[in-house]
T-cell receptor, first 109, second 117 residues
């Protein structure tokens, strides 16, 4: 079956760095997405990786290892507004997104 | 950047009535749009895939006669919840597939919060 695993909740301190991991098992693979979702709002696009390696975009970076079925989202210089759920989603061979349950990130002062 | 809009953002209706939700891609053409629903503190659940000019593909367990989807143009898909009941109350979100760049991307609308009394 198809499956996405990510931690349910993480806590970090303002100004620090946090890494949110995601492992996936899908029938075929056409890339991995990370989305940010604040409570009561729709998800917003953060990153898309299809090749192995690290992609940096400002304070956020995303890493992919296709051979390991593994990705992480790295958030630097954490701000209080980064408190949100972070959703990992893999694109399968039918170009359907398979969603993880999301990681709730709590930022403390 | 790409923008997807949804209308209405919030709707309250009586049980038994029908509600139509619109999803528009504002600056790109989307041959494929997706409809999701999300219950509180849960992840997104794909309901159906909407393809322009053809019938929507529904996920298992989603009643196609209850959740009518129409994708009549490259920038508009509509979801109609027919004979809504309180258990249909949820957060409905659409996304549009953007194939313009090298990488495929999906952009989400802001969502529609439906409350059925």
């Amino acid at each position: 079956g198809q499956n996405i695993d990510q931690p349910t909740e993480m806590t970090a301190t303002e100004g620090a760095i946090v890494q949110i991991n995601c492992t996936y098992q899908t029938s075929g693979f056409n890339g991995l997405f990370w989305y940010q979702q604040h409570a009561g709002e729709a998800p917003t696009f953060l990153s898309y990786n299809v090749l192995d390696g690290l992609e940096e975009k400002g304070r956020f970076s995303s890493f992919l290892s296709r051979s390991k079925g593994y990705s992480y989202l790295l958030l630097k210089e954490l701000q209080m507004k980064d408190s949100a759920s972070y959703l990992c989603a893999a694109l399968d061979s039918n170009y359907q997104l398979i969603w993880g349950a999301g990681t709730k990130l709590i930022i403390k002062p | 950047g790409a923008v997807v809009s949804q209308h209405p953002s919030r709707v309250i209706c009586k049980s038994g009535t029908s509600v139509k939700i619109e999803c528009r891609s504002l600056d790109f053409q989307a041959t494929t749009m997706f409809w999701y629903r999300q219950f509180p503190k849960q992840s997104l659940m794909l309901m159906a895939t909407s393809n322009e000019g053809s019938k929507a593909t529904y996920e298992q367990g989603v009643e196609k006669d209850k959740f009518l989807i129409n994708h009549a143009s490259l920038t508009l898909s509509t979801l109609t919840v027919t004979s809504a009941h309180p258990e249909d109350s949820s957060f409905y979100i659409c996304s549009a597939r953007d194939l313009r760049g090298v990488k495929e991307t999906q952009y989400f609308g802001p969502g529609t919060r439906l409350l059925v009394l």
